[in-house]
């Protein structure tokens, strides 16, 4: 008779990271193609806690051979390059980027008031309200998304996307 095997560092932290490695990879081609449906993005990003994790158990549990392929040229090169990527990375060298852009865009359009946001979207100001309305949010040109959002008890970006995107 088997008896079952203890549940151990090395029982979770490496079917861990292969499957967060299959999700992380996944998303991450679909999101450098600019396929980003649903909740792709938000999959990627916070499962990557389960990479993360997977990967520091499986590092724990095989710390040996990683000391054995850091004594070789190549693995040093290779964490030394992998470092100097990352490091470079956090530079812009004057360049603006759409991540650079995502949040200060995202809190004018939620600061601005509607009937400016009637304008950006070419939409019609009582039309916009109208829309708004038949998802159960009464407002008025004057207020903002943010204000709306507290006062109905919706999600901001809920509501930004009722107002710009197209049903």
């Known amino acids: 008779m088997r008896t079952a095997k203890p549940f151990s560092l090395r029982t979770w932290s490496t079917p861990l ?7 992380m990879a996944v998303t991450g081609v679909l999101m450098f193609f600019d396929v980003v449906p ?34 070789s040229n190549w693995g040093r090169a290779n964490v030394a390059i992998f470092a100097i990527v990352l490091v470079v990375s956090t530079l ?16 004018a359009l939620i600061e601005a008031p509607l009937s400016a ?5 070419r939409t019609d100001q009582a039309e916009l309200l ?19 959002a507290e006062a109905h008890g919706k999600d901001e970006f809920h509501i930004l996307g009722l107002v710009i995107l197209r049903e």
């Not at 946001?117 to 979207?121: E, G, N, P």
């Not at 998802?135 to 943010?146: C, D, F, L, M, R």
């Open 38 to 71: 649903g909740y792709l993005s938000f999959a990627h990003e916070w499962f990557s806690w389960f990479f993360l994790l997977g990967a520091g158990g499986h590092i724990a549990v095989n710390f040996r051979p990683l000391t054995k392929h850091l004594q």
């Open 130 to 148: 109208a829309k708004l309305k038949t998802h159960g949010i009464t407002a008025t040109p004057e207020q903002n998304i943010k204000e709306l």
């Open 117 to 121: 946001l009637a304008d950006v979207t």
């Open 92 to 107: 812009s060298f004057g360049r603006i980027t759409a991540p650079q852009l995502k949040w200060p865009i995202s809190n």
């Open 17 to 23: 990271t292969i499957g967060s490695f299959i999700l």
